[in-house]
């Protein structure tokens, strides 16, 4: 099941941790994940009979992964009030808060690019919000520049606390060949605690992209994701929500576009564990060219989890022949006292619209452009933060032109 | 008795059994089903080299091929263990007559064959007891007007010997290959007794053809193969039931069910089974719909210790058409994995899938659909729809649809519900006079509705009357 990577060992990790001066305990974590590695299956990948509709371990990770040529440049913007730091400025400075918190929503022996990822990981954020602090907006922006880059970012917010964290990821310098990413994110929900984490990859087409995002949530507490996919190659992105406190809430948003022969496999997945918890899925993309959209999307509601409420709603559009869309809205249910519900659709630009349109003198191109604009719509209104609103806007406004 | 009875218990059931008894030792060490095993039961059926071939190789095929253990979510099939697959086999060949005697059936199938109100000679059949020899349909009602006009309808056992030609061209060749699935290459290997209907051209049978429980020679109904084919504008409703629980001391069903939709033909393939409940129900059913011809399946799965059955059919021809109409019905200990799955390969399909379940007492059901738009297939357009109503906190429920869409230019869509069963719905009939029990029954009568109407009334009837049986005591 898995590869064997020559160009890592105990050795390569031991120095990595070496250089940043880490604490025994992370060099320790480290060091079990690499040992699991070859026990680890690759992230679960929907299949049929017969088929498989990523391969992941088909990659050729030994020729990408680089583990002492990670370079990046990073942007920290943030209120006052809040601790956003480095993640090696954070061990040093927090390091009990880091300790506790670390590995504690993903499980680094989740898959073999968890292990990886957590063996491997040189650079990343520690955001701390404090009690009742209302932090507003945070941004980090990565730019990578090796030929791999492991990032690992660690949200705790405590009671009734609230913040708005949108990262990005982007490539700078052009690299010949093929190279790699990969991002976890873990976020603990404290109790009553409000977080809005907003993703945008925008990685350049010779990337391979592995994120997974995953949450915890406590009582009364709310954690909404959104997730915007417009670049790389091939793109494995998670985004997971714990409900495990009482009335917890999560919303999660994706939104992707891709063109040319681009790759996305995107899962969202919320437990209920709890009760009158409830959850809103919203993702809506648009493929062209050849290339190939995966979606997953699982609601599963727990034994114990007591009048649940669970949505979830997937669109994608489809603008090319060549173009692929494979979809799969799962319900997995436990608990009778449940109101969910799942609906995926896939279509093409609705022609009684373009219709209507050309017939008021709206030349066909653009028409089409903004009924595909358009179709973003329902995505866009669920995005609260309006940085991230306008850039997907400008993206797909991009792409649209770049249309023959 | 019939002599064919006679014929039964002489030859049959105890030099047979011999027969194989010394062969066993002969062979012991062998695992799972063997050469040996398929050569008895084609000879036995005086079966033409072609068949036995095919036979053979089903068996290759079913060796070679693993367990599927990999789905998500699915059924534990630990229990099935093939290599006692034979084992059971002989077992039941030996007692093939079924059961001598009307008070040797288990308490619960004579409880529900009472209370469905079936006469006491039908129970009898239904129940395998005098159990006739080469599977002469138990209850069929073909009449003469129809085998005029060149339908046939026959068991396949007989359908092998006489129209050869036919079975050799159309059985398990293009529509369910043994190389399909695991269970798919077993039926090859071990297939046995199953309908035989034949639609020719501009032929339309206007009255249901029926076939209902019966047992053949080999004691292995659960192994039956159906063959249909409607030729060019022909149409005919075909309905096997098993609308009464099956007797059976087998642990394992693996059916096979090929229908060929030639062009402009119409075909419905209605069923309500309720198998005991320690059968592990694993077949494979699927449906070629060429230019216009129009599949319609309607499917009741009730009973079973563990069901994996997605009917499928693959939209060939332009302009075909597919509608799924399924309900499962989950008590407790049991796991209904059923779905359906269509292929739409040619431009204009269309297709929709309405699907009901019902879990309670621990029961678990799950829908795992499959909707695959090939490039090419323009205009398509499906609907899924998935219902689940659920009784209590023991019983779990899943969907997991898979939309594969290859072609740009369609219209996909899939919605699912869960939900528990209505409180107000019940309060409200409760203020009208209803007890609790006949409330929340009538209520799952309604939600199973859209099944019910689509069936001839006394199988619709038999379902309502089932599902009432299935929920007795468990409410209130």
Known sequence: MSVQLETISEETVRQLSEERDEPEWLLEQRLDALEALDDLPFPDVIQTPGRKWTDLADLDYESMVDPFSQTEEKEWEADEGIDVLPFHEAVEAEESLVRDAFGSVVDPETNYLTALSTALFTTGTVIYVPEGVDAEDVTIRTTMNGRSLFNYTLVVTEKSSSVTILERQETGEDLDGSRYYSGLTEIVGGENAYVQYGSLQDLDQTTYNYQLKEAEVDTYGTVDFIDVNIGSRLTKASVETHLNGDSSETKMVGAFYGHDDQHFDIDARVWHNAEHTTADLVTRGVIDDRARSVYEGVQNVGREAWDTSSYQRENTLMLSDESEADASPKLIINNHDTEASHSATVGQVDQQDLFYMTSRGVNERLAKNMLVEGFYVPVLEEIEVEELREELTERVRERLRQRE | ?476
């Not at chain 2, 009741?300 to 069901?307: C, E």
């Not at chain 2, 109503?389 to 899939?414: C, G």
Request: proline share 4%; glycine share 8%.
């Open chain 2, 1 to 476: 008795m019939s002599s064919d009875q006679d014929h039964l218990k002489e030859t049959d059931t105890e030099a047979r059994f011999e027969f194989k008894k010394e062969e066993a030792s002969a062979f012991k060490s062998e695992k799972g089903l063997t050469e040996e095993t398929i050569r008895v039961i084609s000879e036995d059926k005086d079966e033409p080299e072609w068949m036995l071939e095919r036979r053979l190789r089903a068996l290759r095929q079913f060796q070679e091929m693993p367990m599927p253990t990999d789905w998500p979510g699915q059924p534990d099939l630990s229990e099935v263990d093939i290599d006692e697959i034979v084992p059971y086999i002989r077992p039941d060949i030996d007692t093939r007559g079924g059961v001598d005697d009307w008070e040797d059936l288990p308490e619960d199938i004579k409880d529900t064959f009472d209370k469905l109100g079936i006469p006491e000679a039908e129970k009898n059949a239904l129940s395998g007891v005098g159990a006739q020899y080469e599977s002469e349909i138990v209850y069929q009602n073909m009449q003469e007007r129809w085998e005029e006009k060149g339908v046939i309808f026959m068991d396949m056992d007989r359908a092998v010997q006489e129209h050869p030609e036919i079975v050799k061209e159309h059985f398990m060749t293009k529509c369910v290959p043994p190389s399909d699935n695991k269970f798919a290459a077993l039926h090859g290997a071990i297939w046995s007794g199953g309908s035989f209907v034949y639609v020719p051209e501009d032929t339309t049978v206007n009255m249901p053809v029926q076939a209902y429980f019966r047992m053949n020679s080999e004691g292995m109904g659960q192994f039956e193969h159906t063959l249909i084919i409607a030729e060019e504008n022909s149409e005919v409703h075909y309905i096997e039931g098993c609308s009464a629980p099956k007797y059976s001391s087998f642990n394992l069903h693996s059916g096979g069910v090929e229908v060929f939709v030639n062009e402009g033909a119409h075909v419905q393939y209605s069923t309500v089974q309720n198998w005991s409940k320690n059968t592990y129900n694993l077949n494979t059913k699927r449906a070629i719909a060429e230019k216009d011809a129009t599949m319609e399946w309607v499917s009741g799965s009730m009973g079973s210790k563990a069901t994996m059955l997605y009917p499928s059919t693959i939209l060939k021809g332009p302009g075909a058409t597919d509608n799924h109409i399924t309900i499962a019905f989950a008590g407790e200990g049991q796991d209904i994995d059923t779905g359906a799955k269509v292929y739409h390969n040619a431009p204009n399909t269309k297709s929709t899938i309405e699907s009901k379940s019902i879990a309670k007492d621990g029961g678990r059901t799950n829908y795992r659909g499959l909707v695959h738009i090939s490039d090419g297939a323009e205009n398509s357009s499906t609907s899924v729809e998935c219902d689940a109503l659920m009784f209590d906190n023991e019983s779990t429920s899943d969907t997991m649809p898979y939309m594969e869409i290859e072609e740009s230019k369609v219209d996909v869509a899939h919605e699912a519900t869960v939900g528990k069963i209505g409180d107000e719905d019940v309060f409200y009939l409760q203020s009208r006079g209803l007890d609790d029990d006949d409330a929340k029954q009538m209520i799952v009568a309604g939600f199973i509705e859209p099944i019910t109407e689509e069936l001839p009334i006394e199988y619709a009837v038999e379902l309502n009357r089932l599902i009432e049986l299935e929920m007795e005591g468990s409410l209130g």
